[in-house]
């Protein structure tokens, strides 16, 4: 017999991201990097850690090997245990054959086996691609005291963003009335988070019957948790209040990483009481230059700033040379942005470089067509060639040369 533990983590980590385009090409979603020292999947295996969860196991999918490299044995979050840990599940570890992972119900069907050896009470299921501080221990609480099958934590959004949502509808209790997925017209605006926490006795079975309905999609949104609610079990949705954000498209992953520089945002990283760990490169300081001119910005170690950096996150080892420009922007590690080259409202990635005097995006407001404007994003590893120009809203993964006048 397994010995017992409360309750384990489920990291759902396998998405493509298809949404973010070229910064997902070659690495899964919750591998990108945010906050100028960070991952997406720092959030989730932080909060776990935070909680007292610590055995996590995250399934991964699409390009898991940069996701796997980077968290590795566990150790910058503590979780390299000697009994639980963190484990990395790719579709190889199942229960018949080798197949992918059809969907989310069906990914952790595949890993019964594993949540068997830890024997738990209650699973909590997660998503590795969001933004967000939360204590899963007190959900847990709330879980267990309403002797629930199934708890969802509940956001409420802004009507207007209603209907891009899975929404609840709620009793006075706060147990789950109804459920509409993503409705034209809404009737609620608690949306759920895509954090659960279930009784492993009841999921288990479900999951089971789940895999054996030809009809079913696999999901978890879609199909298990409606079976449960249709079979009578006892479903509760628990309120956050926190900051929570989705960054599954370019404009949210831009917005999320620009939120820290506002004061306004109820996101502050520094707050020791709630550490979010991270795999940190190990880098020299960053070097300002007395020519530089650096407004309300984030710049992590072994950047070199020369230029004007206004509103915008450098990430570790970027540098921004003598008169290059520099605002509400995103440089992820290691891209260089040339003397004279004009970034704005834009994503560089990884290892790319800016040549000189090359534009990459522009303010809205120097837009004709508001409709046509949005972030540009240049993938990892492009040379931007000097005097070269990527548009708003343009996505790019090759290298770009100057066009010929």
């Known amino acids: 017999m397994a010995r017992k533990m409360e309750c384990i983590a489920m990291l759902l980590a396998g998405g493509q991201g298809s949404r973010l385009g070229v910064l997902t090409k070659n690495i899964a979603k919750p591998a990108v990097p945010y906050g100028g020292k960070y991952r997406i999947?720092?959030?989730?295996?932080?909060?776990?850690?935070?909680?007292g969860i610590t055995t996590v196991g995250v399934l991964t999918q699409y390009q898991p090997l940069?996701?796997?490299?980077?968290?590795?044995?566990?150790?910058?979050?503590?979780?390299?245990?000697?009994?639980?840990?963190?484990?990395?599940?790719?579709?190889?570890?199942?229960?018949?054959?080798?197949?992918?992972?059809?969907?989310?119900?069906?990914?952790?069907?595949?890993n019964i086996n594993f949540i068997d050896r830890y024997n738990?009470?209650?699973?909590?299921?997660?998503s590795g691609d969001h933004i967000y501080k939360m204590d899963y221990n007190k959900m847990l609480e709330y879980h267990k005291k309403n002797n629930a099958a199934c708890t969802i934590a509940m956001l409420e959004v802004p009507w207007e963003?209603?209907?891009?949502?899975?929404?609840?509808?709620?009793?006075?209790?706060?147990?789950?009335?109804?459920?509409?997925?993503?409705?034209?017209?809404?009737t609620s605006n608690k949306a759920s988070m895509g954090v659960y926490i279930f009784t492993w006795?009841?999921?288990?079975?479900?999951?089971?019957?789940?895999?054996?309905?030809?009809?079913?999609?696999?999901?978890?949104?879609?199909?298990?948790?409606?079976?449960?609610?249709?079979?009578?079990e006892r479903m509760?949705?628990?309120?956050?209040?926190?900051?929570?954000k989705d960054v599954g498209t370019i404009d949210s992953l831009w917005e999320a990483n620009l939120d820290l520089l506002n004061p306004k945002v109820d996101l502050d990283l520094s707050d020791t009481s709630w550490k979010i760990y991270s795999k940190t490169p190990v880098a020299p300081p960053q070097y300002i230059a007395p020519c530089a001119d650096i407004q309300n910005s984030m710049v992590a170690e072994g950047?070199?700033?020369?230029?004007?950096?206004?509103?915008?996150?450098?990430?570790?080892?970027?540098?921004?040379?003598?008169?290059?420009?520099?605002?509400?922007?995103?440089?992820?590690?290691?891209?260089?942005?040339?003397?004279g080259a004009d970034v704005e409202y834009s994503i560089v990635a990884e290892n790319s470089v800016i040549g000189e005097k090359a534009t990459v995006g522009s303010r809205p407001e120097d837009s004709k067509n508001r409709a046509e404007w949005g972030i540009a994003v240049v993938g990892a590893n492009v040379n931007v060639g000097d005097g070269a120009k990527v548009n708003p809203k343009e996505m790019i993964d090759s290298d770009r040369v100057k066009e010929a006048e």
């Open 41 to 51: 999947i720092d959030f989730p295996l932080s909060n776990c850690v935070n909680s």
């Open 66 to 110: 940069e996701l796997n490299d980077y968290i590795g044995n566990g150790q910058p979050w503590d979780l390299d245990r000697a009994h639980g840990g963190v484990h990395m599940l790719s579709p190889y570890q199942q229960i018949k054959g080798m197949e992918w992972y059809k969907g989310t119900a069906n990914a952790i069907y595949q």
């Open 120 to 126: 738990p009470e209650y699973v909590a299921v997660l």
């Open 161 to 186: 963003d209603a209907s891009r949502f899975g929404l609840m509808v709620l009793n006075d209790d706060n147990s789950i009335a109804e459920f509409q997925e993503k409705p034209k017209n809404p």
């Open 201 to 232: 006795s009841k999921l288990r079975q479900y999951l089971i019957d789940d895999e054996n309905n030809p009809e079913s999609s696999n999901d978890f949104g879609h199909d298990v948790i409606p079976a449960m609610h249709k079979a009578g």
């Open 236 to 244: 509760f949705a628990y309120l956050f209040d926190g900051y929570w």
């Open 303 to 339: 950047s070199k700033v020369f230029g004007h950096v206004d509103y915008s996150i450098l990430f570790d080892n970027v540098t921004v040379e003598e008169g290059a420009k520099v605002r509400y922007s995103i440089i992820m590690p290691g891209a260089t942005i040339k003397a």
